[in-house]
């Protein structure tokens, strides 16, 4: 096998509301009214195993993001951290509720934070990859009809627009929106986190009115300078079927449809594509999921053949494409090292077969407030373990590991 290109990026990854602390948006809201109902329904949502490794998911404080990392204060030592760790690029994201809380009057002291954080990767010589619309929103957004209002698009707009006004200078790579496939999903149709809706109407005005900003932010970040590389991330699963032995891929492919639609709807406004992998899903009437010992404490099946299979996918898009999120839930840390060297492996595999890889964030950079669903802080995906009590910062054995590659560039 080949090295890795000299010009592919190394980093790891990173959202406002799940490391930054003391965010006060809608998730923090949902967080206050959710979480006793979380720390009771633990028991029926977690399996007999993940109850006895992980007890605190019965603690109401499991499910209050709270202080989380304190990142907001502490993101030089982060950073540091980083560069040490031989990262060559950072995705993070900014926090709309700090930089808008109020409609339409922005803190100019909140987005000067930001150009600190900016220069702080630049002086340490790490690109930055900036996701405006990391699933968290002001409170006053949420009060005017949330993303199912037709103003929605307008409001974000102009977000974007102040955003790309004021940090473009310091970003070439903007992520504008993560995961839409995904937290319309759980938001709007299985109402599992906020806004906790279950209805196919709203599903289809949030999803047709994330299209739209995605659109008009595509356009008009590159108004603002045309150097600027604008995508989405979107998560990609790995889908089989064991349904009807005959229809099994007639039924991946409808899937794969509908989880790649927005991809399709936006054709032509993106100069890259961002890839989130984590594993594959079986389309069963009859099974959860595959068979498989090797799990994360998420109790996801670890399957790393998956990425190869999505980058082969999604080379027909012929756009460069970024592994923007790839990580376990691994709190001994035993198996992250081999879960990094065989989705590397297979990721490498796909360049050598001619797909166009240019970089891999690990997901995460450190231990966050994991808030997909609400699972709280008991999922650990850092390379840098956190003591929520102190603080305190732990680079795992994962950490060097991942060192060691980026510097062999994968040899």
């Known amino acids: 096998m080949k090295q890795f290109p000299k010009d592919f990026l190394w980093g790891a990854g990173a959202s406002s509301h799940q490391v930054e602390g003391n965010t006060n948006n809608n998730w923090t809201a949902w967080e206050r009214d959710n979480s006793e109902r979380l720390s009771r329904e633990a028991k029926i949502r977690w399996d007999k195993w993940q109850q006895e490794k992980f007890p605190e998911m019965f603690d109401v404080r499991n499910y209050i993001s709270g202080a989380t990392c304190d990142h907001y204060n502490r993101f030089i030592e982060d950073f540091n951290l980083a560069k040490a760790g031989g990262h060559t690029a950072h995705r993070f994201s900014i926090e709309w509720s700090r930089v808008e809380p109020e409609e339409g009057r922005f803190d100019e002291r909140e987005i000067e934070h930001y150009r600190k954080v900016l220069t702080a990767l630049r002086e340490r010589g790490i690109e930055s990859f900036v996701t405006l619309w990391h699933w968290t929103e002001p409170i006053w957004f949420e009060q005017n009809g949330g993303w199912e209002s037709k103003k929605s698009a307008d409001y974000f707009c102009r977000y974007v627009e102040k955003m790309a006004n004021s940090l473009g200078d310091l970003v070439i790579f903007w992520i504008v929106i ?11 149709l299985i109402g599992t986190q906020p806004p906790g809706k279950k209805s196919l109407v709203s599903f289809l005005k949030t999803y047709f009115n994330l299209l739209k900003s995605y659109k008009k932010s595509y356009e008009l970040i590159h108004s603002l300078n045309k150097d ?85 996918e999604i080379k027909k898009y012929n756009l460069p494409i970024y592994i923007t999120e790839n990580g376990l839930a691994d709190a001994d840390d035993s198996k992250r090292e081999r ?26 950079l450190m231990d966050n407030f994991e808030f997909p669903e609400d699972r709280g802080f008991w999922p650990r995906f850092g390379l840098i373990e956190i003591d929520f009590q102190t603080l305190k910062r732990k680079p795992r054995k994962s950490f060097y590991v991942y060192r060691e590659i980026i510097s062999t560039r994968g040899r």
């Open 178 to 188: 993560n995961e839409p496939n995904v937290v319309v999903k759980f938001g709007y």
């Open 339 to 364: 879960f990094i060297k065989d989705h590397l492996f297979w990721v490498r595999s796909a360049i050598e077969e001619g797909v166009n890889v240019r970089g891999y964030f690990h997901w995460s």
């Open 228 to 312: 600027a590389k604008v995508g989405f991330a979107n998560s990609f699963v790995c889908y089989e079927s064991d349904i009807f032995k005959p229809l099994d891929k007639i039924i991946v492919s409808i899937a794969k449809y509908f989880s790649r639609y927005f991809f399709k709807q936006t054709k032509g406004f993106n100069d890259f594509i961002g890839c989130n992998y984590y594993s594959r899903s079986l389309i069963s009437l009859k099974k959860k999921g595959f068979s498989s010992d090797q799990r994360t404490d998420l109790g996801w099946e670890i399957y790393p053949k998956g990425i190869y299979e999505v980058l082969k």
